[in-house]
Nanobody
């Protein structure tokens, strides 16, 4: 079964940037970033397909950019102009997601 390992999170001030990485153990047609804030449901943030198409949730459009390097089986999420409401654990998976999730990477944005 495919496994995902996320990295790149951290503490950043509002307006700052972070770049997340997700290493998959296989090739995924449609990879996706999700996030889960405390006491909230997990939500879809962005998707990137093998064909090079991307799509974003309205709340990150214009600020986040998803990309992938399929030679490395890695997906990235460039996050700019971060806001306190972006604070969450970020996960990657396929879309629709597999039942098994990685450990995620914590992003904390201080205001």
């Amino acid at each position: 079964q495919v496994q995902f390992v996320e990295s790149g999170g951290g503490l950043v001030q509002a307006g700052g940037s972070l770049r997340l990485s997700c290493k998959a153990s296989g090739t995924i047609v449609t990879m996706a970033w999700y996030r889960q804030a405390p006491e909230k449901e997990r939500e879809l943030v962005a998707i990137a397909t093998l064909a090079g198409n991307t799509n974003y949730a309205d709340f990150v459009k214009g600020r986040f950019t998803a990309s992938r390097d399929d030679i490395k089986s890695t997906m990235y999420l460039q996050m700019n102009n971060l806001k306190s409401e972006d604070t969450a654990v970020y996960y990657c998976n396929q879309s629709p997601p597999l039942a098994t999730w990685g450990q995620g990477t914590q992003v904390t944005v201080s205001s």
